[in-house]
């Protein structure tokens, strides 16, 4: 039921004008048969993929049988990004051919292909949730739930600069990948986080500090698993994300989304920090819109979203 499915798209315009003839999309199916119970559509971070639960799924605490978003009951669609090399190694664009906004629209236009026309719920985390918003904006009857998750609707100044400094490492290191993930990994925890963990403790077999090992280890571990090209074309989809941008104010936009919102923000997030979120909220509240701020309390900052699930469950279990 979960194997990777493939479609293809036809006469594609993107954002830059550029018109595509076809454009390959693959996803993943889990839980109910499709048509048969709600759908909810998870849209993967930066370096996730389409395997949401099940065998090597990143999200098993949360999708699953019996879990938060139940197998049982909804019908739970993932596509892959286009570019993210998941299964495949071919690179069939440059890294900067796509906006997030293509992709959203990629995934909406997929969607009605799979004659899909209503979302019980679109959830994303990180850049997942910025393509969540860009859908809510362009297919404003789609979604019932909205549900970005250490995420926002815009790419902030704080973002831009760190994704400019991914690319110099990723244009200029004898081992970008690896080096580029090492850097990454300082925004997605928080001092406090390593602290507790770490404590200043020496691996012994490699005489560094654990710390140290740790940034080496997820550095490899990216590296095993994904593709130079994949990273730049997420780097440049997260530098990409506004909602808004073909509208002539952030009012405007958010007039025309029908979805209710419930944004889920960390409160040591040093990437998406939590004061946006806030902030989004009231501009929704401020056109009338069903907005309401959950909030982690952690100190593992952006990447809590993928430890307290505890907390994550019961900020989200009303909907669910």
Request: charged fraction near 30%; hydrophobic fraction near 45%; aromatic fraction near 12%.
């Given at each position: 039921m979960n194997t990777l499915k493939h479609i293809s798209l036809y006469n594609f315009?993107?954002?830059k004008g550029k018109v595509y003839s076809s454009i390959p999309l693959s996803y993943q199916l889990f839980g109910k048969p499709l048509y048969t119970a709600p759908i909810v559509l998870i849209n993967h971070a930066l370096t996730g993929n389409s395997n949401v639960t099940g065998s090597d799924g990143w999200w098993n605490a949360i999708v699953g049988n019996s879990?938060?978003?139940?197998?049982?009951?909804?019908?739970?669609?993932?596509?892959?990004?286009p570019g993210n090399a998941y299964k495949t190694n071919e690179i069939l664009f440059e890294f900067d051919e796509f906006s997030a906004n293509d992709v959203a629209k990629l995934f909406g236009v997929a969607l009605q292909q799979l004659n899909i026309f209503k979302l019980y719920a679109a959830v994303g985390s990180s850049l997942g949730g910025g393509i969540a918003?860009?859908?809510a904006v362009l297919f404003p009857d789609l979604i019932e739930n909205l549900i970005p998750i250490a995420?926002?609707?815009k790419t902030t100044d704080w973002i831009l600069g760190h994704n400019r400094v991914q690319f110099q490492i990723l244009e200029n290191s004898k081992h970008?990948?690896?080096?580029?993930?090492?850097?990454?990994?300082?925004?997605?925890?928080?001092?406090a986080s390593f602290d507790k963990r770490f404590n200043k403790?020496?691996?012994?077999?490699?005489?560094?500090?654990n710390i140290e090992s740790w940034l080496i280890h997820h550095g490899n571990k990216l590296e095993s698993r994904f593709t130079l090209h994949a990273y730049k074309v997420m780097t440049h989809l997260l530098s990409s994300v506004n909602c808004t941008k073909n509208f002539y104010s952030v009012s405007e936009a958010f007039k025309t989304i029908q979805a209710k919102v419930t944004m889920v923000g960390i409160n040591s997030d040093l990437f998406f920090v939590p004061e946006e979120n806030i902030n989004t909220?009231?501009?929704l509240k401020n056109e009338h819109k069903k907005a309401c701020y959950?909030?982690?309390n952690s100190i593992h900052g952006h990447d809590a979203f993928l430890i307290e699930y505890k907390q994550l469950i019961n900020l989200l279990k009303e909907i669910f």
């Open positions: 315009i993107s954002e879990k938060l978003i139940d197998t049982k009951k909804y019908t739970i669609i993932a596509f892959n990004i918003w860009e859908m995420s926002d609707w970008p990948l690896k080096d580029a993930r090492m850097m990454a990994m300082l925004f997605y925890r928080t001092p403790s020496i691996n012994k077999e490699l005489d560094i500090y909220v009231q501009l959950k909030e982690i």
